[in-house]
């Protein structure tokens, strides 16, 4: 069996079955030329089937360990397949510190068409064997979380899951499969913006999802040909060569985040660091049992909540904008950009602070980062 840095090379569809090019090629086509009538090919409309794109959802099965891997055009796109298999009535349990787009999704969307849900914080275990119904179907949530990286236990939540006949849904996009695979730790469905680390150069938005059961494997598949929210071949290509780079740049990422993370827990303008690499962290025991790497996102608070308007302003290399997972550094305000959606009082009651600042490390020299964040400190501080 392969290791995962072949496989993201060699893995899956690697060359093209037709010319022997080592590179899949972009089939930028709508449709395929049939044999017949009534003998259709392997592929007969984009939409519902695609070379390039087969060649990436053949991959991300392969990584996490699926048995079908399924390309949309945007994580949320992959969210609202994968939701789609719920009917009215079903209620889902979401931890509370999800992605503030998904919880919109739920909540001002699907909830209209009968679905129901609770908001948990997964770390208490007991609180969310509390809120399992007769209908509930699923539980969603993410490890590490975005924002609080909170690093949720996969396999007993799983257990737990299990126990009242309901699914497990994991997004994976802040560990990718190079750090975390939680198919192999029970889940039923893992999903990810692809638009983050698999991409890894913030030039494609995208998503994917895999299972490892044949039976959500087929209704995905029918989801994803019936809503039609798929990924281009373009796009499809650009995720392929992404993924290529995958383990060298999760290492770099990783490396960096854990030297910002240190320096930002020794600063004393910051009043708290969120990163599971750290000892305190109260994440970092399951992160170092369920996880192979830390990975490369760290959020902190500033001490002077004034700060964080100045403070995000005068940094040079790190950029300000939402997003992550890019070579490129970025940070954000989840308060007022990736959790804007999430109303004041729900973000309060999750943690999610005005203070709170996000930084997604790219895989620039470490110490031209931390100069950067210093350089801001002492502006803003001065
Ligand atoms: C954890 C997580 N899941 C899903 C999404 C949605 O992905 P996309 O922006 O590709 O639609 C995001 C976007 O930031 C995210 O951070």
Same mark, same amino acid.
């Given at each position: 069996?392969?290791?995962?840095?072949?496989?993201?090379?060699?893995?899956?569809?690697?060359?093209?079955?037709?010319?022997?090019?080592?590179?899949?090629?972009?089939?930028?086509?709508?449709?395929?030329?049939?044999?017949?009538?009534?003998?259709?090919?392997?592929?007969?409309?984009?939409?519902?089937?695609?070379?390039?794109?087969?060649?990436?959802?053949?991959?991300?099965?392969?990584?996490?360990?699926?048995?079908?891997?399924?390309?949309?055009?945007?994580?949320?796109? &992959?969210?609202?397949? *994968?939701? =789609?298999?719920?009917?009215?009535?079903?209620?889902?349990? %979401? $931890? #509370?510190? @999800?992605?503030?787009?998904?919880?919109?999704?739920?909540?001002?969307?699907?909830?209209?068409?009968?679905?129901?849900?609770?908001?948990?914080?997964?770390?208490?275990?007991?609180?969310?064997?509390?809120?399992?119904?007769?209908?509930?179907?699923?539980?969603?949530?993410?490890?590490?979380?975005?924002?609080?990286?909170?690093?949720?236990?996969?396999?007993?939540?799983?257990?737990?899951?299990?126990?009242?006949?309901?699914?497990?849904?994991?997004?994976?996009?802040?560990?990718?499969?190079?750090?975390?695979?939680?198919?192999?730790?029970?889940?039923?469905?893992?999903?990810?913006?692809?638009?983050?680390?698999?991409? &890894?150069?913030?030039? *494609?938005? =995208?998503?994917?999802?895999?299972?490892?059961?044949?039976? %959500? $494997? #087929?209704? @995905?598949?029918?989801?994803?040909?019936?809503?039609?929210?798929?990924?281009?071949?373009?796009?499809?290509?650009?995720?392929?060569?992404?993924?290529?780079?995958?383990?060298?740049?999760?290492?770099?990422?990783?490396?960096?985040?854990?030297?910002?993370?240190?320096?930002?827990?020794?600063?004393?303008?910051?009043?708290?660091?969120?990163?599971?690499?750290?000892?305190?962290?109260?994440?970092?025991?399951?992160?170092?049992?369920?996880?192979?790497?830390?990975?490369?996102?760290?959020?902190?608070?500033?001490?002077?909540?004034?700060?964080?308007?100045?403070?995000?302003?005068?940094?040079?290399?790190?950029?300000?904008?939402?997003?992550?997972?890019?070579?490129?550094?970025?940070?954000?305000?989840?308060?007022?950009?990736?959790?804007?959606?999430?109303?004041?009082?729900?973000?309060?009651?999750?943690?999610?602070?005005?203070?709170?600042?996000?930084?997604?490390?790219?895989?620039?020299?470490?110490?031209?980062?931390?100069?950067?964040?210093?350089?801001?400190?002492?502006?803003?501080?001065?």
């Amino acid at each position: 069996m392969p290791q995962l840095k072949t496989k993201v090379i060699h893995g899956a569809v690697s060359t093209d079955q037709v010319t022997g090019s080592v590179v899949t090629p972009i089939y930028q086509t709508s449709t395929f030329l049939q044999n017949g009538l009534g003998s259709p090919k392997e592929y007969e409309y984009t939409r519902l089937g695609n070379p390039t794109r087969h060649a990436l959802e053949a991959l991300i099965a392969e990584l996490e360990g699926g048995v079908r891997g399924f390309a949309f055009a945007s994580g949320m796109a &992959g969210i609202h397949a *994968v939701l =789609s298999l719920f009917k009215p009535g079903d209620h889902l349990i %979401l $931890a #509370d510190d @999800i992605y503030g787009g998904t919880f919109r999704l739920v909540d001002e969307i699907l909830s209209k068409s009968g679905l129901t849900y609770d908001l948990v914080d997964f770390s208490d275990l007991s609180v969310l064997t509390e809120k399992f119904k007769p209908e509930t179907v699923a539980v969603y949530f993410e490890s590490p979380s975005n924002p609080l990286l909170k690093i949720h236990d996969i396999a007993q939540i799983v257990a737990l899951a299990k126990s009242h006949g309901a699914l497990t849904v994991v997004d994976n996009t802040f560990a990718t499969p190079y750090f975390q695979r939680p198919l192999e730790l029970g889940a039923d469905i893992v999903l990810h913006s692809g638009t983050k680390y698999l991409g &890894g150069h913030s030039d *494609v938005i =995208s998503g994917l999802v895999t299972t490892n059961s044949e039976k %959500l $494997a #087929d209704h @995905i598949g029918f989801l994803q040909n019936s809503i039609g929210s798929v990924l281009g071949p373009n796009d499809s290509w650009l995720v392929l060569r992404g993924i290529k780079t995958l383990a060298l740049r999760m290492e770099a990422h990783a490396a960096n985040a854990k030297k910002l993370a240190l320096f930002l827990d020794a600063s004393p303008y910051v009043s708290k660091v969120y990163f599971p690499g750290l000892k305190q962290d109260p994440g970092h025991e399951l992160a170092k049992k369920q996880m192979d790497g830390f990975g490369g996102m760290i959020s902190f608070e500033l001490a002077d909540e004034s700060k964080v308007k100045p403070f995000v302003e005068s940094l040079k290399y790190i950029l300000l904008a939402e997003s992550l997972g890019g070579v490129e550094s970025l940070i954000e305000v989840p308060s007022v950009m990736t959790h804007a959606s999430v109303p004041k009082a729900l973000r309060e009651k999750a943690g999610i602070k005005d203070s709170l600042i996000r930084l997604s490390v790219g895989i620039e020299d470490a110490t031209d980062l931390i100069a950067d964040l210093s350089a801001a400190f002492e502006k803003v501080n001065a």
